[in-house]
């Protein structure tokens, strides 16, 4: 054997041949075998961290871009925005401005029993100010105008803090029943369900009150939707992004009553006055579809945890609880 291989580490491999004439191979040794193999272990490991880095970022930003293609669209659809994000400092009877840019103004009206202050009025919010309902007269009054009827299609969407008593509470209605100007209800059942009637243009109302609809004593997000369908008006309620149940009515179109106004925290000729707190009241010419309902609905939780009005392990219950359900039927 050659001393110089013996030197430079190598082991020598006798083999055999036919022709009886040995000759030596060359071969790496146990040690440094199994150095290269955990080499190529971290070199491979470095390369999956940084593929699936690139991966992420990916994905995060696809998810950013569809998050602002459905804002966008959903702006596109807005007919009235109140976010309840005014100044309170002026005057008693305060404006409710409609963020939409259709123009569909309210009125806060606080009354004369219960609350009379506006600095009590405006509370923390989901995303900037909400308003606080002291249950006695307190109510927003926004007038009838064409942007908000909606014939075709109807979503209403809105964040409550119900701090209520498991009575009838009215949260947002477009309803008189005296003139039958009826187009819409979404309240408090008795039984803490919430109840969406949505009337056609043959008078037919519908009466949707899922279980677990309804919230007490924390901010939950409720939507409505309606739209016309092959054979008649197709009706649909959601909590926190899930989807409750739906109903389905007689008639070729959504009622209207161009002239009726929206009241918040109002009944109307049935005051049902409740304490709550109401914040991001929306209104689209569309019925929003449940990606749509959910990525509202998750901008909202993400703001609370922001704000530190939930925890931590409040938000993540509540997002599981959302993918659990994403069945729509």
Known sequence: ????????????????????????????????????????????????????????????????????????????????????????????????????????????????????????????????????????????????????????????????????DGTIAATIVKDTYKTHARIFQLRRNTDNRAIWHVWSNTGVRSVLTPVDSWAINRWFHITGTARVVAGGIEVRLYKDGVFRGRELIGGTSIAVNTAEPIRIAHGGEFPFFKKQYIDEVRIYNRALEVFAIQERYVKGLESLLARGIITEEEFNNRIAEKEKNLVVK
């Open 1 to 164: 054997m050659n001393k110089n291989m013996k030197n430079k580490g190598f082991t020598p491999l006798e083999i055999e041949r036919k022709r009886k004439r040995s000759r030596f191979l060359t071969g790496f040794t146990l040690i440094e075998l199994l150095v290269v193999v955990v080499v190529i272990g971290i070199l491979a490991g470095m390369s999956f961290v940084m593929i699936q880095g690139v991966i992420d970022m990916a994905r995060r930003a696809r998810s950013k871009s569809f998050s602002k293609s459905i804002q966008l669209q959903l702006a596109l659809n807005e007919v009235g925005v109140w976010r309840f994000d005014d100044n309170p400092l002026i005057p008693v009877i305060s404006g409710v401005h409609d963020d939409s840019g259709w123009g569909n103004h309210g009125t806060l009206r606080l009354g004369d029993e219960g609350n009379t202050s506006l600095e009590v009025a405006w509370v923390q919010g989901v995303f900037g100010k909400a308003l606080r309902f002291d249950g006695k007269d307190d109510r927003v009054l926004i007038h009838g105008s064409v942007s908000l009827d909606t014939p075709n299609a109807l979503t209403m969407e809105a964040w409550v803090f119900d701090r209520g």
